[in-house]
């Protein structure tokens, strides 16, 4: 049985084997021991907090396989992404250049630096082991964040955001950041990468340009690597869009991957949500039903699984006993349930200005 919950410190081997064995490897999620220690107090710190708006909070999860006793994932929730320092991206952006003396008009294509997404949640930091992707468990990881803030909404923004990781090239490369931040930082792709994971972005402001960055000036290939996410996260990417989230204007410095936005009252798990109270059945009693997301209303004690949405004519939740005893409730306890497949996303694809 699979069941997210809050990390501890007896996670912290676990951590580091997801965070060696991301694809690609992942800034926010650096394979540095003490980094990892660190995250996983600020994250008890988090749970353990008493919080009346979003702040410097980060939230760690694990998805734990208890019939193996092996933590095989980890995903996080920053309350503000940017609550000490400003979380930079590109913006994406149209300069008219014109001329009425030589009757010319040119819209030309800029990326702009800024901090708007400062104000939004971040989700962020997802590995899982491989031997669990494409099945349930990666979207029960991914979504079981959801299901935490439509909780405790008051330590979250109003809107969401996630960043997914960029295009790189056979060698491993981003051809973005060769044809930009390279320029500026004189190092490979992979070492800044790790530099900003182990320590902070802070530098970012100091020394990348301050100017809007003509497209036409950037080579063919990172150009075409712009807003593209890597292929390891298509499938990631595709599932939040089906969720509610929109491609925004905004991309990543480094690696120039897509960030998505999405205003939580319009994402597909808190607008399917709904309250029950528990009604403890045998296993082979229970009727067949779609699956779906189960979490308990525990804060420090968060615990969320994937069982059948299986309803009694007056509203209660069947569950097994084992699936009881995995999220600690008791019968008549109410649980917060969501289901776990999505509708088809029939989302414009372009992009959320204007509407976020």
């Not at 690609?24 to 009346?52: G, K, M, W």
Request: proline share 6%.
């Amino acid at each position: 049985m699979l069941v997210v919950r809050p990390t501890r410190l007896s996670d912290l081997p676990a951590l580091e084997r997801l965070a060696g064995s991301a694809t690609p490897r992942l800034t926010n999620l650096p394979a540095h021991r003490d980094r990892l220690e660190e995250r996983i107090a600020r994250s008890q710190r988090a749970f353990a907090a008493e919080v009346d708006g979003p702040g410097d909070e980060h939230y760690t999860f694990v998805l734990e396989d208890t019939q193996r006793g092996e933590v095989v994932g980890t995903a996080t929730i920053r309350a503000l992404a940017g609550a000490n320092e400003a979380y930079y991206t590109y913006r994406q952006e149209t300069l008219i250049h014109a001329s009425h003396q030589l009757n010319v008009r040119r819209e030309v294509q800029t990326l702009a630096l800024s901090h708007e997404v400062s104000d939004a949640s971040l989700l962020c930091a997802l590995s899982l082991d491989a031997r669990y992707k494409g099945t349930s468990a990666e979207s029960l990881l991914r979504r079981a964040r959801l299901m935490f803030i439509a909780q405790y909404p008051e330590r979250f923004a109003e809107v969401l955001a996630m960043a997914f990781p960029g295009y790189l090239d056979d060698d491993n490369e981003s051809p973005f950041w060769n044809s930009v931040g390279r320029h500026f930082f004189v190092r490979d792709f992979q070492d800044i990468n790790y530099i900003a994971g182990v320590r902070s972005k802070s530098f970012i402001a100091e020394v990348m340009p301050q100017f809007p960055l003509y497209l036409a000036l950037l080579t063919p290939q990172a150009r075409a690597a712009i807003g593209r996410e890597h292929p390891a996260h298509e499938p990631a990417l595709d599932e939040m869009l089906a969720e509610g989230f929109l491609r925004s204007r905004h991309v990543d410095l480094f690696d120039a991957g897509p960030i998505v936005k999405g205003e939580r009252v319009r994402l597909e798990s808190f607008r399917r949500a709904a309250w029950h109270p528990v009604r403890i059945r045998p296993e082979h009693t229970l009727p067949d039903a779609e699956p779906a997301m189960i979490a308990n209303q525990r804060l420090d004690d968060f615990r969320c699984i994937v069982a059948r949405y299986a309803l009694s004519p007056t509203g209660q939740l069947m569950l097994s006993p084992q699936h009881a005893e995995l999220l600690g409730v008791e019968e008549g306890r109410a649980v917060l349930v969501a289901p776990l497949t999505l509708p088809g996303s029939e989302l414009d694809p372009g992009y959320d200005e204007g509407e976020l």
